[in-house]
């Protein structure tokens, strides 16, 4: 079974001849290639340029057996022709220069046409698509409704999210206006990533965890959910959506609808299927810091995950949360090689 099949079967709950595996951030500063082409280039520069970041999608495809490839783009960039000034600073991660605050910033909020002024990372979708054939499943993605707005409002990372759970809970009706808003442009430019060629999307609300079950069902989720439906209504492929710290409100993320939900390492797997439920597939969930571990300890990790799902179908091998800075990159080799050996099934 070629990998683009292994890992759309998966999605759809299928029986597959291994598990698929790939990872977040598979393509980043682990790398040796990624570090060179970044010494040349800026973050901005790659995703602005179809060429690189084609080239960059593909660095691991290469080198592991990894099912499928993600488009190498960034959750923030598709802010910018909304009105927001993005910089990447150095050692700093993302800065917004012109955070908003009120209703009438988000009122300014312009919508746009992702064909238009997302061209780039579409047509590095159509090339990638290309050069992998069936080898492995493209994936494209875009940023979750919470953790954009969060950047949006904080004007960067954020510890406690004040500023946005106090615009949230003190202007329900402007903060509804943002989530149309950024709903509307998600769901416009995962249509865009899918008729340009991505097989399957994931929704990053990576920060989503941040909120109580109750908030997240009454500021967040329907506005997910309305990103997923639209999404369905015009394509048969598969959503995953995606967040950390989620383990109290799986329930929740599991309404919004879509057919893959990711879990990080903060549950175990099987209690985190059962909460999910055995109607969709689950995504994860090894933690991304036993990648600095190798031999036997990390083949344990890598067999302790497989074990607990079992022989049930619908299981993605990921991690729960990206790949970090400084994780040697042979140990995600030999995990990608791993999941495939120990998860081969006897026909
Ligand atoms: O997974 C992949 O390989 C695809 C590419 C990808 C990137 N960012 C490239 C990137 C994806 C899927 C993202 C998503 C993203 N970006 C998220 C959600 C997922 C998550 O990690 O929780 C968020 C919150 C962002 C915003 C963002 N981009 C931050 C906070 C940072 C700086 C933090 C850091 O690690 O320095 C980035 C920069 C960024 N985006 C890098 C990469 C590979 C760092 C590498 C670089 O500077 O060259």
Not at 21 to 29: I, S, T
Not at 46 to 59: C, D, G, K, P
Not at 239 to 245: A, E, K, R, Y
Not at 333 to 338: F, G, I
């Amino acid at each position: 079974m070629l990998g683009s099949e292994r890992f759309l079967r998966a999605c759809r709950r299928e029986q597959v001849d291994r598990t698929p595996v790939w990872f977040m951030r598979q393509a980043g500063r682990y790398q040796a290639a990624y570090r060179e082409i970044r010494a040349q280039h800026t973050l901005l520069d790659i995703v602005a340029s179809s060429e690189l970041s084609a080239r960059v999608t593909m660095i691991p495809i290469e080198n592991m057996p990894v099912d499928a490839a993600i488009i190498f783009a960034d959750i923030l960039p598709p802010l910018v022709p909304m009105g927001m000034q993005l910089e990447f600073a150095r050692g700093e991660g993302p800065v917004l220069h012109n955070p908003i605050s009120n209703r009438s910033d988000i009122e300014a909020l312009k919508p746009y046409d992702p064909g238009a002024e997302l061209r780039s990372t579409l047509d590095a979708i159509s090339s990638v698509r290309q050069m992998l054939g069936e080898r492995a499943a493209l994936i494209g993605f875009a940023g979750g409704p919470f953790t954009l707005a969060s950047y949006m409002i904080e004007g960067g990372s954020s510890r406690n999210y004040v500023k946005t759970k106090q615009l949230m809970y003190t202007d329900e009706a402007a903060w509804g206006l943002l989530m149309a808003k950024l709903g509307d442009m998600t769901a416009d430019y995962l249509i865009a990533q899918i008729a340009a060629g991505a097989q399957c999307v994931q929704l990053f609300d990576s920060w989503a965890g941040a909120l109580g079950p109750d908030d997240y069902r009454r500021y967040v989720l329907p506005t997910t959910r309305t990103i997923i439906e639209r999404v369905k209504a015009v394509s048969d492929v598969p959503v995953i959506l995606f967040g950390t710290n989620t383990s109290g409100m799986l329930d929740a993320i599991t309404a919004a609808g879509s057919d893959v939900v990711g879990v990080d390492w903060r549950i175990s797997i099987d209690k985190a299927w059962g909460e999910i439920g055995a109607d969709r597939a689950v995504q994860g969930n090894l933690d991304p810091v036993r990648l600095f571990d190798s031999g036997e300890s990390l083949k344990a990790a890598v067999e302790a995950i497989l074990d607990e799902v079992g022989n049930r179908p619908g299981h993605i091998f990921n991690l729960g949360h990206g790949i970090l800075p400084g994780t040697p990159e042979e140990n995600v080799r030999t995990v990608a090689e791993l999941v495939h050996q120990l998860s081969e099934r006897q026909h």
